[in-house]
């Protein structure tokens, strides 16, 4: 059964925290929050806070050195830490749970979008993403901060040409958006993700083209207009999350333009 979305605003709950539909979280950056790496960043969306550090290996992996592939690599890993949510998460130290495994995985995708392997060299850059905080969108913060930490563990190189500026190819970001009471909204935190009848994550880039696309109908369907609303509210908000992405690099003396 598909449900179709609510047209009529003024009968349908406000949002808990006031914001419009499409209206993004508050975002704030705190850059070299963890000094020893050679990127990282603190950042918060809402009440979610994820530190995302880069650190930067010389050797790519042993699966690229027995497939003589040339460049570099980028990985990820990601973790809640154990009071990130109301009640204590268990470190995981017997291998990491299915949804670990797969939110890293997507981070790393969406993050290699950004850079041209082949131009940055034979080094491993390693994105460690750290669920301080948790109250929705956990996934796509991790990828936009994610970036952050990616670009300024890189800016020296880019500085000194040892990395060419051509190896950068698209500032990357993403949001969650989904329907909610009848209702497509954007950045849904906690609250509303648990009660979200279709929930999707959007990755996207400077150039407004698709990274990847997770969409889940929970117990309903959706109609492509369905669809093409929450891309447009997740579209709106990315734009938005990479201009700050760009003043944030920007402060820091890395321009990429």
Same mark, same amino acid.
């Given at each position: 059964?598909?449900?179709?979305?609510?047209?009529?605003?003024?009968?349908?709950?406000?949002?808990?925290?006031?914001?419009?539909?499409?209206?993004?979280?508050?975002?704030?950056?705190?850059?070299?929050?963890?000094?020893? &790496?050679?990127?990282?960043?603190?950042?918060?969306?809402?009440?979610?806070?994820?530190?995302?550090?880069?650190?930067?290996?010389?050797?790519?992996?042993?699966?690229?050195?027995?497939?003589?592939?040339?460049?570099?690599?980028?990985?990820?890993?990601?973790?809640?830490?154990?009071?990130?949510?109301?009640?204590?998460?268990?470190?995981?130290?017997?291998?990491?749970?299915?949804?670990?495994?797969?939110?890293?995985?997507?981070?790393?995708?969406?993050?290699? &979008?950004?850079?041209?392997?082949?131009?940055?060299?034979?080094?491993?850059?390693?994105?460690?993403?750290?669920?301080?905080?948790?109250?929705?969108?956990?996934?796509?913060?991790?990828?936009?901060?994610?970036?952050? %930490?990616?670009?300024?563990?890189?800016?020296?190189?880019?500085?000194?040409?040892?990395?060419?500026?051509?190896?950068?190819?698209?500032?990357? %970001?993403?949001?969650?958006?989904?329907?909610?009471?009848?209702?497509?909204?954007?950045?849904?935190?906690?609250?509303?993700?648990?009660?979200?009848?279709?929930?999707?994550?959007?990755?996207?880039?400077?150039?407004?083209?698709?990274?990847?696309?997770?969409?889940?109908?929970?117990?309903?369907?959706?109609?492509? %207009?369905?669809?093409?609303?929450?891309? %447009?509210?997740?579209?709106?908000?990315?734009?938005?999350?990479?201009?700050?992405?760009?003043?944030?690099?920007?402060?820091?003396?890395?321009?990429?333009?």
């Amino acid at each position: 059964m598909h449900i179709p979305l609510v047209k009529d605003k003024e009968n349908v709950m406000k949002r808990s925290d006031g914001r419009a539909d499409e209206q993004l979280r508050e975002v704030q950056f705190d850059v070299g929050f963890a000094p020893n &790496a050679e990127g990282s960043v603190l950042i918060s969306m809402g009440n979610t806070r994820v530190l995302c550090t880069a650190s930067v290996e010389e050797g790519t992996p042993r699966w690229m050195q027995s497939e003589e592939k040339d460049g570099g690599w980028i990985t990820a890993e990601y973790a809640m830490l154990p009071r990130s949510t109301g009640s204590r998460v268990r470190r995981e130290r017997n291998g990491i749970s299915g949804r670990s495994q797969e939110i890293q995985r997507l981070i790393g995708r969406s993050l290699r &979008a950004a850079v041209n392997l082949e131009l940055i060299g034979p080094r491993t850059i390693t994105i460690d993403c750290d669920v301080i905080q948790a109250d929705g969108g956990t996934r796509t913060a991790s990828i936009t901060g994610g970036y952050i %930490a990616l670009m300024l563990a890189l800016g020296p190189e880019l500085k000194s040409a040892a990395i060419p500026r051509s190896a950068i190819r698209q500032p990357v %970001a993403a949001i969650s958006a989904g329907v909610v009471q009848g209702r497509p909204v954007l950045d849904l935190c906690y609250e509303e993700d648990v009660a979200a009848e279709v929930d999707a994550n959007f990755v996207c880039n400077g150039a407004g083209e698709i990274v990847e696309v997770q969409g889940t109908a929970e117990g309903e369907t959706m109609t492509k %207009a369905d669809f093409d609303k929450l891309f %447009a509210y997740a579209a709106t908000g990315i734009e938005q999350l990479i201009e700050m992405q760009h003043s944030v690099l920007k402060r820091e003396g890395i321009s990429l333009s």
